[in-house]
């Protein structure tokens, strides 16, 4: 069975960067069959996808965050990242990492950690 | 772009047939995802490409899509139901529905 854990701070100041790792067990992220995406929550609202990269270290960004995200992967850790940069109060979120199938669905998500922007 | 358009909330009676809608232009030529999510716990996929159901996921849960509409159909409704309900597509990036609250009456 996959499982996802996220982690990293819950507390991040405005402006600076916001980071976030996730273990991936019972799976190998290098087996090429998926990607592997990260997913935001704001309280109280609906669900936006941020990116996903590939065990290549391949990546693919939603638009409208492209110029501040990076998702960078370790395959010897079987962990994938998150960095989101110049962070504001919008940003502050519960964080999904999630796998992705194909066609483009999520069949295993993490807990999900918030992170809230404030100073 | 494209957008994917959900009801805020559909009410339905205990046992009786919900039927939640994901709208969007030739949302039939796309594959369309569900997902269930209850109150501080992750989303649940509960239908992938249209019409599937993962392992686990009881046959209540069906769907179906066609034109400019997709649908998420629970059928004999229960309790355990009530939850937030997205449809997800790809159209050059992954986009969510703005959700559906489900109520059983």
């Known amino acids: 069975q996959v499982q996802l854990q996220e982690s990293g701070p819950g507390l991040v100041k405005p402006s600076q960067t916001l980071s976030l790792t996730c273990t991936v067990s019972?799976?190998?992220?290098?087996?090429?069959?998926?990607?592997w995406s990260w997913i935001r929550q704001p309280p109280g609202k609906g669900l936006e996808w941020i990116g996903y990269?590939?065990?290549?270290?391949?990546?693919y960004y939603n638009p409208s965050l492209k110029s501040r995200v990076t998702i960078s992967v370790d395959t010897s850790k079987n962990q994938f990242s998150l960095k989101l940069s110049s962070v504001t109060a919008a940003d502050t979120a519960v964080y999904y990492c999630?796998?992705?199938?194909?066609?483009?669905?999520?069949?295993?998500w993490g807990q999900g950690t918030l992170v809230t922007v404030s100073s | 772009s494209y957008e994917l358009t959900q009801p805020l909330s559909v009410s339905v009676a205990l046992g009786q047939t919900a039927r939640i809608t994901c709208g969007g232009n030739n949302i039939g030529s796309k594959n369309v995802h569900w997902y269930q999510q209850k109150p501080g716990q992750a989303p649940v996929l509960v239908i992938y490409r249209d019409s599937n159901r993962p392992s686990g996921i009881p046959e209540r849960f069906s769907g179906s899509n066609s034109g400019n509409t997709a649908t998420l159909t629970i059928s004999r409704a229960q309790a355990g139901d009530e939850a937030d309900y997205y449809c997800?597509?790809?159209?050059?990036?992954?986009?969510f529905g703005g959700g559906t609250k489900l109520t059983v009456l």
């Open positions: 997800q597509v790809w159209d050059s990036s992954t986009l």
């Open positions: 019972g799976g190998s992220i290098s087996s090429g069959d998926y990607y």
């Open positions: 999630a796998r992705e199938g194909s066609p483009n669905y999520f069949d295993y």
């Open positions: 990269i590939y065990y290549s270290g391949s990546t």
